[in-house]
């Protein structure tokens, strides 16, 4: 089973911006990869999706448009560029492997998760 390190989280001011990555052990690139977060209390949510040629991205609606999901396939790595951050940013994000190449928004969908990096967005 692959495993995954999430890695780049830390306290950053609201309007600021931080880049996660995750490395894996193993190859995924014929897998799609996502990024999930959970903030306290809540449940577990999606963040952004890419498939596995990097071709296709999908995104919560709450990070359209300041988020960016990429990977980089020769270094078994995906990488969550945050930008514009809000308070309600603040959460634990993961990052995980689909079962397959387009992946989707759904926890089922994913085989192998991180232990998580904590963004903590101040106001």
């Known amino acids: 089973q692959v495993q995954l390190v999430e890695s780049g989280g830390g306290l950053v001011q609201a309007g600021g911006s931080l880049r996660l990555s995750c490395a894996a052990s193993?190859?995924?690139?014929?897998?799609?990869m996502g990024w999930f977060r959970q903030a306290p209390g809540k449940e577990r949510d999606f963040v952004a999706g890419?498939?596995?040629?990097?071709?296709?991205?999908t995104y919560g609606d709450s990070v359209k448009g300041r988020f960016t999901i990429s990977r980089d396939n020769a270094k078994n790595t995906v990488y969550l560029q945050m930008n514009s951050l809000k308070p309600e940013d603040t959460a634990l994000y993961y990052c995980?492997?689909?079962?397959?190449?387009?992946?989707?928004?759904?926890?089922?969908?994913?085989?192998?998760w991180g232990q998580g990096t904590q963004v903590t967005v101040s106001s």
């Open positions: 995980a492997v689909a079962k397959g190449r387009y992946g989707s928004e759904y926890e089922a969908d994913f085989s192998s």
């Open positions: 193993g190859r995924t690139g014929n897998y799609a």
């Open positions: 890419i498939s596995w040629s990097g071709s296709r991205t």
